[in-house]
């Protein structure tokens, strides 16, 4: 009976999807490359397929599945970041989502660690943090791109969160997450989480609560994971 309640040790945050709004950025440049190898997609089969998928994973499966194998995946990935930075407005096409800064303002000033675990190279993570001018709020930056398993892998969440503390446990930290893949396998692994359904219906999320965005999110909510 005297069971110890678990309470909210941490929030980590998925980045594209959850804070901003960045995969035009990102699929108008895939759509160029692929085309360029003799590839024909749209954003529509980018987002229902690959979503949360890292560029390398992205890559090697729409090749192979197009019988495409001798194509040099890691250069593609190199020339699609070449691409993006290379056009100096990128920033300009980057939006924050709803209710983004409010949640991050709040749970700092409650003394909440949080993390981004962010398929996307840490490069591009740190250009989105010092967009929001976040950087002095959250410390703990991490790349789906330098683990050894990347999204839909929980791996970056729990390496997320042993950088914070190493104490912390996966049933104490929330990671939100707008990937059903990746949310749902953060789930498994035991973390608490939220599922961004971007106003998609019937997307197959197993998480703990679906928002449309975080303008639903607040520390009474997060805590009320909790029990």
């Not at 090749?63 to 970041?81: R, T």
């Not at 949080?114 to 010092?130: L, N, Q």
């Not at 050894?148 to 503390?165: I, S």
């Not at 019937?202 to 520390?219: A, D, K, R, Y």
């Amino acid at each position: 009976l005297n069971q110890i309640m678990t309470k909210l040790q941490a929030v980590i945050f998925d980045m594209d999807g959850v804070l901003v709004h960045s995969v035009k950025v990102h699929q108008e440049v895939e759509i160029e490359l692929l085309k360029e190898v003799g590839v024909e997609v749209d954003s529509d089969f980018l987002s229902k397929n690959y979503a949360g998928y890292n560029d390398f994973d992205m890559f090697n499966d729409i090749l192979a599945k197009n019988g495409k194998i001798d194509i040099d995946v890691p250069e593609l990935s190199k020339k699609k970041w070449e691409m993006i930075y290379s056009n100096p407005d990128f920033s300009d096409r980057i939006e924050v989502l709803p209710g983004v800064l409010e949640l991050i303002n709040s749970l700092y000033e409650a003394k909440i660690p949080m993390a981004i675990a962010s398929g996307s190279p840490k490069r591009f993570i740190k250009t989105v943090v010092e967009f929001l001018n976040i950087e002095d709020k959250i410390k703990v930056l991490l790349s789906g791109t330098e683990m050894q398993k990347g999204k839909p892998d929980p791996m970056v969440f729990r390496h997320a969160m042993k950088t914070l503390n190493s104490e912390f446990t996966e049933s104490g930290c929330v990671v939100v997450e707008d990937s059903y893949k990746a949310a749902n396998r953060a789930n498994e692994a035991r973390f608490k989480t939220v599922g961004i359904t971007h106003d998609r219906q019937n997307i197959p999320f197993q998480t703990s609560i679906q928002v449309e965005n975080l303008s639903e999110v607040n520390l009474d909510v997060l805590e009320g994971l909790f029990g």
